[in-house]
């Protein structure tokens, strides 16, 4: 190839690079699927960049080294290493483009250097275009006033896009200081871009302007006023961004800065008139008493059969307006279960009795009465009690809502920028998965990691994150509702499961309804589920209510039944990869009208079915469940929960004394609500620790079922 054509090629390609730097950048213009495989194309054009630049790379050790090429060489060779990098997490986090990679790394671990390098990525990459714009330039014969006039310009535009590069606060990035980006999804597409193109163009300004101080002039005088002109360049770009600051100001810190986040709350805040809000000591919310109708009119989108319309009285009580953190559940317990570890985030990964034990020692370190006393088999609430305790089912539905009668507190359903959760899959985006233009909320980022409390908007009675982060243990037994008046119930007399409330990071909006119910055992513990604490106001409550500690009975025989779904063979292929490893009977679940073969239509086929609760009717049968005590029961994240053909299969069978080991295969939503699900249809069976895998699990997925095998005992 002539050096012509070799110099064609290499300027297609930087600017391709160019461009699609500025969408990578625009997280909330493509979207998820979108931004992966720009990625990917990015990394293609990187590799070739290279092969197209390799002698350069035979140059490093010749020749010799003057200021410029120092510059050059550090930022070529930074930008290399920050690009390599940002794939690789990139990669560890695919859910399209190279979703066999996914997992191969920590995700909280990997998704805050893929923030940080990637910010890093376009500083560099700006400034390696600057410094080879003298060289670009040279040849270029501009009349001097045209010059002037193109300096202005650039001036200006650098001066902005410094600007923009604070107010999107982008050193928090850099400084390895977010977890996850906050995007604004409101802001038109060609408003992102061009922030974008003014930011870059800040850096090829910078870098400019170093490349030109660096590239000294043989006469003294000449080299003097050279640096004094792009002396007074920069310090011009400084003071016009100062300025724009100054008149047009902004927040300075991200939601998802850490700072931002650990910040106390302010004394006073807007809330509801005649809400009830006045404070105590602690900073919890009290809410006045009164009536309101619990649970969800027949109409509402996505209700469940529990949740039963009924009128409830509660009286006043106070509440935390924040999710209880890691901090403080380990400097009263001792430990810290949480899977996404970090003191300034909610605690979860807890069970319900560790939230009860929690509220004690919380009780006791502010010199309260606890509220509760924990026997060997039950745990008595003392409801006169000022102790810190759980919420009633009702309290936590009553503080929810703040006097609203829609699905959510909020004024319309929320978006990924009101709450986090599984912003991919706002509320009733199941029927509307094709077309999602008649929805209140459009789909949005998936953080896929628990926030630091307070990021968003309170709901209008001043309490943060009522609606996802994580879920929320309440005190109540899981059962249905008695339908009559009822003044501050307390939940069924007896049963198996405890109640959580409003949703966690991986839940679909449906499942951050304020009535949903989920329910699980009072061992379950899951990365989606936290504590919230309240405390009666005196004299309002009296008498004692007990929980029975559960320890559910089981039998354990020898045979062992590995029942699942499968529908792409994804769960096929785990599901008999346990056969190998434990030489369990093996049984597949099949209805007699098999879904379709079309992704597309089954993803309707199956909301569907959700959506009416169906029972499909099943092709094949267990022909002697007695002979099972274990089932391994296997089925993929189907809209957050389990598919119907599960769920004929479970109504099927009594589950009593029967032990079930979950497994998934998902695509981001790990479990979903599937568990809370399968708790409420075998109510009496043990439900266990489940196994969540990515699609077919890539190369890991016989280690982690060996793993998982091994930690229950079922090998």
């Given at each position: 190839?002539?050096?012509?054509?070799?110099?064609?090629?290499?300027?297609?390609?930087?600017?391709?690079?160019?461009?699609?730097?500025?969408?990578?950048?625009?997280?909330?213009?493509?979207?998820?699927?979108?931004?992966?495989?720009?990625?990917?194309?990015?990394?293609?054009?990187?590799?070739?960049?290279?092969?197209?630049?390799?002698?350069?790379?035979?140059?490093?050790?010749?020749?010799?080294?003057?200021?410029?090429?120092?510059?050059?060489?550090?930022?070529?060779?930074?930008?290399?290493?920050?690009?390599?990098?940002?794939?690789?997490?990139?990669?560890?986090?695919?859910?399209?483009?190279?979703?066999?990679?996914?997992?191969?790394?920590?995700?909280?671990?990997?998704?805050?250097?893929?923030?940080?390098?990637?910010?890093?990525?376009?500083?560099?990459?700006?400034?390696?275009?600057?410094?080879?714009?003298?060289?670009?330039?040279?040849?270029?014969?501009?009349?001097?006033?045209?010059?002037?006039?193109?300096?202005?310009?650039?001036?200006?535009?650098?001066?902005?896009?410094?600007?923009?590069?604070?107010?999107?606060?982008?050193?928090?990035?850099?400084?390895?200081?977010?977890?996850?980006?906050?995007?604004?999804?409101?802001?038109?597409?060609?408003?992102?871009?061009?922030?974008n193109i003014l930011m870059l163009g800040f850096w090829i300004f910078i870098g400019f302007h170093c490349a030109s101080l660096c590239m000294g002039k043989k006469n003294q005088k000449d080299q003097k006023k050279?640096?004094?002109?792009?002396?007074?360049?920069?310090?011009?770009?400084?003071?016009?961004?100062?300025?724009?600051?100054?008149?047009?100001?902004?927040?300075?810190?991200?939601?998802?800065?850490?700072?931002?986040?650990?910040?106390?709350?302010?004394?006073?805040?807007?809330?509801?008139?005649?809400?009830?809000?006045?404070?105590?000591?602690?900073?919890?919310?009290?809410?006045?008493?009164?009536?309101?109708?619990?649970?969800?009119?027949?109409?509402?989108?996505?209700?469940?059969?529990?949740?039963?319309?009924?009128?409830?009285?509660?009286?006043?009580?106070?509440?935390?307006?924040?999710?209880?953190?890691?901090?403080?559940?380990?400097?009263?317990?001792?430990?810290?279960?949480?899977?996404?570890?970090?003191?300034?985030?909610?605690?979860?990964?807890?069970?319900?009795?560790?939230?009860?034990?929690?509220?004690?020692?919380?009780?006791?370190?502010?010199?309260?009465?606890?509220?509760?006393?924990?026997?060997?088999?039950?745990?008595?609430?003392?409801?006169?009690?000022?102790?810190?305790?759980?919420?009633?089912?009702?309290?936590?539905?009553?503080?929810?809502?703040?006097?609203?009668?829609?699905?959510?507190?909020?004024?319309?359903?929320?978006?990924?920028?009101?709450?986090?959760?599984?912003?991919?899959?706002?509320?009733?985006?199941?029927?509307?998965?094709?077309?999602?233009?008649?929805?209140?909320?459009?789909?949005?980022?998936?953080?896929?990691?628990?926030?630091?409390?307070?990021?968003?908007?309170?709901?209008?009675?001043?309490?943060?994150?009522?609606?996802?982060?994580?879920?929320?243990?309440?005190?109540?037994?899981?059962?249905?509702?008695?339908?009559?008046?009822?003044?501050?119930?307390?939940?069924?007399?007896?049963?198996?499961?405890?109640?959580?409330?409003?949703?966690?990071?991986?839940?679909?909006?449906?499942?951050?309804?304020?009535?949903?119910?989920?329910?699980?055992?009072?061992?379950?513990?899951?990365?989606?589920?936290?504590?919230?604490?309240?405390?009666?106001?005196?004299?309002?409550?009296?008498?004692?209510?007990?929980?029975?500690?559960?320890?559910?009975?089981?039998?354990?025989?020898?045979?062992?039944?590995?029942?699942?779904?499968?529908?792409?063979?994804?769960?096929?292929?785990?599901?008999?990869?346990?056969?190998?490893?434990?030489?369990?009977?093996?049984?597949?679940?099949?209805?007699?009208?098999?879904?379709?073969?079309?992704?597309?239509?089954?993803?309707?086929?199956?909301?569907?079915?959700?959506?009416?609760?169906?029972?499909?009717?099943?092709?094949?049968?267990?022909?002697?469940?007695?002979?099972?005590?274990?089932?391994?029961?296997?089925?993929?994240?189907?809209?957050?929960?389990?598919?119907?053909?599960?769920?004929?299969?479970?109504?099927?069978?009594?589950?009593?004394?029967?032990?079930?080991?979950?497994?998934?295969?998902?695509?981001?939503?790990?479990?979903?609500?599937?568990?809370?699900?399968?708790?409420?249809?075998?109510?009496?069976?043990?439900?266990?620790?489940?196994?969540?895998?990515?699609?077919?699990?890539?190369?890991?997925?016989?280690?982690?079922?060996?793993?998982?095998?091994?930690?229950?005992?079922?090998?």
């Amino acid at each position: 190839m002539t050096k012509a054509g070799l110099k064609k090629n290499w300027m297609i390609v930087d600017v391709c690079m160019t461009v699609l730097l500025l969408f990578l950048m625009a997280y909330q213009v493509t979207g998820e699927e979108a931004h992966e495989w720009i990625g990917i194309s990015m990394t293609a054009l990187t590799v070739i960049h290279q092969i197209l630049n390799r002698r350069w790379y035979g140059t490093l050790f010749k020749e010799k080294y003057n200021a410029y090429r120092i510059l050059s060489v550090c930022v070529n060779i930074l930008l290399l290493l920050c690009f390599a990098l940002t794939a690789f997490c990139g990669m560890a986090m695919s859910n399209y483009a190279v979703p066999f990679l996914y997992g191969m790394a920590k995700l909280s671990f990997v998704r805050r250097i893929h923030l940080a390098m990637s910010h890093w990525v376009f500083i560099l990459m700006g400034m390696h275009i600057g410094l080879h714009v003298p060289a670009m330039t040279a040849s270029m014969r501009i009349p001097e006033k045209a010059k002037t006039v193109l300096r202005y310009i650039c001036l200006f535009a650098a001066s902005l896009g410094l600007y923009f590069f604070l107010k999107n606060n982008m050193p928090e990035y850099l400084l390895f200081r977010i977890h996850f980006a906050f995007l604004d999804y409101d802001k038109a597409a060609v408003l992102v871009l061009l922030e974008n193109i003014l930011m870059l163009g800040f850096w090829i300004f910078i870098g400019f302007h170093c490349a030109s101080l660096c590239m000294g002039k043989k006469n003294q005088k000449d080299q003097k006023k050279k640096m004094l002109r792009h002396g007074a360049d920069l310090i011009c770009c400084l003071i016009i961004a100062v300025l724009l600051c100054m008149v047009f100001p902004f927040e300075t810190e991200a939601a998802g800065s850490e700072d931002w986040m650990s910040m106390e709350p302010e004394t006073e805040e807007p809330v509801k008139e005649n809400a009830g809000t006045a404070e105590i000591s602690d900073g919890f919310v009290k809410i006045e008493g009164g009536t309101f109708m619990m649970g969800s009119p027949e109409e509402e989108n996505w209700r469940s059969d529990d949740e039963m319309l009924h009128e409830v009285t509660v009286s006043s009580f106070y509440i935390d307006r924040y999710e209880a953190l890691q901090k403080d559940y380990a400097a009263l317990m001792g430990n810290n279960p949480s899977q996404f570890e970090n003191d300034a985030l909610p605690v979860e990964t807890v069970s319900w009795l560790d939230a009860v034990k929690y509220a004690n020692a919380k009780s006791e370190a502010a010199g309260l009465l606890p509220a509760y006393t924990i026997e060997n088999d039950r745990v008595i609430w003392e409801m006169s009690s000022d102790g810190y305790r759980l919420p009633t089912e009702a309290e936590w539905e009553y503080a929810c809502r703040a006097d609203t009668s829609s699905p959510f507190s909020t004024e319309r359903s929320p978006d990924a920028s009101m709450a986090n959760f599984y912003g991919h899959y706002p509320y009733e985006i199941e029927e509307n998965y094709f077309d999602n233009s008649v929805l209140d909320a459009k789909p949005g980022i998936y953080r896929e990691t628990t926030i630091e409390p307070g990021s968003f908007e309170a709901n209008p009675w001043g309490l943060y994150d009522i609606h996802g982060n994580v879920n929320e243990w309440c005190w109540d037994i899981y059962g249905p509702y008695e339908t009559d008046i009822q003044n501050d119930p307390s939940g069924a007399s007896e049963g198996t499961r405890h109640v959580y409330r409003g949703g966690g990071w991986n839940d679909f909006a449906k499942n951050m309804r304020s009535a949903y119910r989920a329910a699980g055992q009072e061992d379950l513990k899951s990365y989606s589920i936290g504590i919230r604490l309240v405390r009666s106001e005196k004299d309002t409550l009296s008498g004692t209510v007990s929980a029975e500690i559960t320890e559910q009975q089981t039998a354990r025989s020898e045979k062992v039944l590995i029942a699942f779904f499968s529908w792409s063979g994804n769960t096929r292929g785990i599901a008999e990869e346990i056969q190998n490893q434990t030489g369990a009977d093996l049984f597949e679940i099949m209805p007699s009208e098999p879904y379709s073969s079309d992704y597309n239509t089954v993803l309707m086929e199956a909301q569907h079915d959700q959506h009416i609760q169906a029972r499909p009717e099943l092709a094949n049968h267990v022909e002697d469940m007695d002979q099972y005590d274990t089932v391994i029961l296997g089925y993929p994240n189907w809209w957050a929960s389990i598919p119907m053909p599960v769920a004929s299969f479970l109504e099927e069978f009594d589950f009593s004394l029967k032990t079930i080991y979950p497994f998934c295969s998902h695509g981001g939503g790990r479990f979903g609500q599937s568990l809370t699900a399968i708790a409420k249809l075998a109510l009496d069976a043990d439900l266990k620790e489940g196994l969540s895998i990515h699609y077919s699990g890539g190369s890991t997925m016989k280690d982690d079922v060996s793993e998982w095998l091994e930690t229950n005992d079922l090998k």
